[in-house]
C-alpha cells in the first residue's frame, strides 16, 4: 500500500511540474505577444539600437549598452556571436546578465558562436524569447518590417536558400510597409583584405548575388550585419549594407567600437555610429 501511494505522490509530482513549466512558457508566450503588439501599434518616430560581436569585450559592451540606453530606444537588436562557445549555458546565463539593462524588447540574430550544431539550436531555442521559429523571423512596427535571418541554418551555413528563402520570398512586401530592415550575421560583401572574406555570403557569390538583387527588388531599406569586427557601410543597388560588429570583441584593422542608432520619422531615416566614448563617427540619412 505504501509502495503505491509513493508512485501516486510522484506521478501527481510530475504532473504538477509539467503544469507549472507549461504555465511558466505560456505566460512567456503572452509576454512576447504584448511586445510585439506594442511594436505593431506604434506610431510615429521610433528608434532601434543595433549591436553586434560582443563576446568577451563585457566592459566595452556594457558601457555601449549603457550609453545607447540614453537615446530611449524602442528596440535593439543583437547582431550575433554574444557567446563565447556555441551551447554553453553558463555563457548564456553571462550574457543575459550583461545585458540585464535593456529593458525594451531585445531581438538577437544567430552568429557563428552561438549555434553549430542540432544541440547548441536547441539551447539557442530554450535561451531565446523570439517570434516565429525563433531562428529566422520578422516583426513589425508601425508600418516597418523587420526580418532576421539565420546565416548559419544546419547544412546551409552562409547560404540563405530552401524554406527559410521561401519564407523570406512570402514576407518582404513593399507595397505593404514603408521600411523594410533585414539582419543577418554573416555580411553579403566584404573587401578582400577584410578578416572574414570568403567566410560569409560571399562564399557563394552566385547564391549571394541573388539574395541581393531580391532584395533591390523588394526595395529593402537596409541590411544589417556583423561577423566582421568593424564598422563600414556601403549601398549596393540601392541598398545599404551596414557592417556594425565592434560590441566589444578585438577589432579588426582601423575601426572602432560602438553600436548603431537608427531613428525612423515617416521618410527620413538617420544613421548614427556611436563610439565607447559616445562620439558619433558617423552619421547619413538613407533615402
Not at 566595452?60 to 551551447?87: S, T
Not at 531565446?128 to 516597418?144: H, I, R, T
Given at each position: 500500500?505504501?509502495?503505491k ?21 505560456l ?21 532601434f539600437?543595433?549591436?553586434?560581436d ?9 558601457n ?6 540614453k ?7 543583437h ?14 546565463a ?11 524588447p ?25 517570434p ?32 527559410q528563402?521561401?519564407w ?12 523594410q530592415f ?57 541598398v ?9 570583441q ?31 563617427r ?6
Amino acid at each position: 500500500m505504501a509502495m503505491k501511494q509513493k508512485k501516486i505522490f510522484f506521478r501527481l509530482l510530475l504532473i504538477c511540474l509539467i503544469l507549472l513549466l507549461s504555465s511558466a512558457a505560456l505566460s512567456t508566450s503572452k509576454q512576447l505577444d504584448a511586445k510585439l503588439a506594442k511594436l505593431r501599434a506604434h506610431k510615429g518616430a521610433y528608434t532601434f539600437i543595433v549591436i553586434g560581436d560582443s563576446r568577451g569585450g563585457d566592459k566595452i559592451y556594457q558601457n555601449l549598452i549603457a550609453r545607447a540606453l540614453k537615446r530611449n530606444p524602442d528596440f535593439f537588436v543583437h547582431m550575433g556571436d554574444n557567446i563565447i562557445e556555441q551551447g554553453n549555458r553558463n555563457d548564456w546565463a553571462h550574457f543575459w546578465k550583461l545585458s540585464e539593462a535593456i529593458d525594451v524588447p531585445f531581438f538577437l540574430t544567430i552568429g557563428n558562436h552561438a549555434v553549430d550544431d542540432k544541440e547548441s539550436e536547441t539551447v539557442w531555442k530554450e535561451e531565446v524569447d523570439l517570434p516565429g521559429n525563433e531562428l529566422y523571423y520578422s516583426w513589425v512596427v508601425g508600418k516597418s518590417l523587420f526580418v532576421v535571418l539565420d546565416t548559419f541554418e544546419m547544412d546551409r551555413e552562409y547560404k540563405i536558400e530552401g524554406a527559410q528563402l521561401a519564407w523570406l520570398k512570402r514576407t518582404l512586401d513593399p507595397e505593404k510597409y514603408d521600411h523594410q530592415f533585414v539582419f543577418l550575421h554573416a555580411p553579403l560583401y566584404l573587401n578582400k583584405d577584410a578578416f572574414h572574406y570568403g567566410d560569409s555570403l560571399d562564399k557563394y557569390p552566385k547564391l549571394r548575388d541573388d539574395l541581393a538583387k531580391f532584395f533591390e527588388e523588394k526595395k529593402v531599406n537596409a541590411v544589417f550585419t556583423g561577423h566582421e569586427h568593424k564598422y563600414e557601410k556601403r549601398k549596393m543597388g540601392g541598398v545599404w549594407q551596414i557592417i556594425t560588429g565592434g560590441g566589444g570583441q578585438r577589432l579588426y584593422g582601423k575601426t572602432f567600437c560602438h553600436f548603431v542608432a537608427v531613428t525612423v520619422d515617416e521618410d527620413r531615416v538617420n544613421v548614427k555610429a556611436i563610439d565607447k566614448e559616445g562620439v558619433m563617427r558617423d552619421e547619413f540619412i538613407m533615402h
